[in-house]
Structures are given as C-alpha cells and as structure tokens.
Nanobody
Framework: QVQLVESGGGLVQPGGSLRLSCAAS????????IGWFRQAPGKEREGVSC????????YYADSVKGRFTISRDNAKNTVYLQMNSLKPDDTGVYYC????????????????????WGQGTQVTVSS
C-alpha cells in the first residue's frame, strides 16, 4: 500500500524553527519528486517547495524563500522541510506529495501535478 506520512509539526513561537519529515512506505521514494504544500483554514492549498527525485533541483515559493530548506535522504526513504524564522502566516496543515521524478519549478508547486498525498501535519506559529 502506497503511503506518505508527515511528522514534525507542532506549536512554535514566531521566529522559531521546525523540521517536517515525509516518510514513504509501500514504494521507493527515490523514484519520485516530492512537494510540500500547506493549507490554512478557509484558504486554498498552496505549494511551498519541491525537490526532484535525485535532489538535484529544488524550488521554493517566494513566501518561504530564504527561510525554508527542502532536502531528501533517499536511503531513508524520507524528505525533510526545515522551516526557520517562522511567521504566523506559516500556520496551516502541511502536506507532502509524490509526483513525476523531474517535476520542478512553478509546476512543482501545483497540487494537480502530484499523484500521492499524505494526511498532513499541523503547524501553528503563535505567541
């Protein structure tokens, strides 16, 4: 059974950091590009970052550029999202998704480009 599981969310103060993990089971994550998305209450799901299957190319939404870093460890079948300098606007449910291996750039931030999704992890940035 193909499954993606996110972890690492929680409550953090503005300016703080969190590292999210996206672990795969039932398939080999190294064959897929991975995207991170988030959804705040009452808003559409938006792309945050993506990384190609080899990790050779990454892409970020302007809103997180310079603060978030996506990486992957294919030996561990896991992708990470390091989030620093968090702001209240970063609050939402964060999802990872798997898609075609070379998916990158602006297309890599579109939910419709992805085939498999996790259940999400809540990130709340508040004082």
């Amino acid at each position: 059974q193909v499954q993606l599981v996110e972890s690492g969310g929680g409550l953090v103060q503005p300016g703080g950091s969190l590292r999210l993990s996206c672990a795969a089971s039932g398939f080999t994550l190294s064959y897929y590009a991975i995207g991170w998305f988030r959804q705040a209450p009452g808003k559409e799901r938006e792309g945050v970052s993506c990384i190609t299957s080899s990790g050779g190319s990454t892409y970020y939404a302007d809103s997180v550029k310079g603060r978030f870093t996506i990486s992957r460890d294919n030996a561990k079948n896991t992708v990470y999202l390091q989030m620093n300098s968090l702001k209240p606007d970063d609050t939402g449910v964060y999802y990872c998704a798997a898609g075609p291996a070379l998916l990158t750039g602006a297309r890599g931030l579109k939910p419709s480009a992805y085939n498999y999704w996790g259940q999400g992890t809540q990130v709340t940035v508040s004082s």
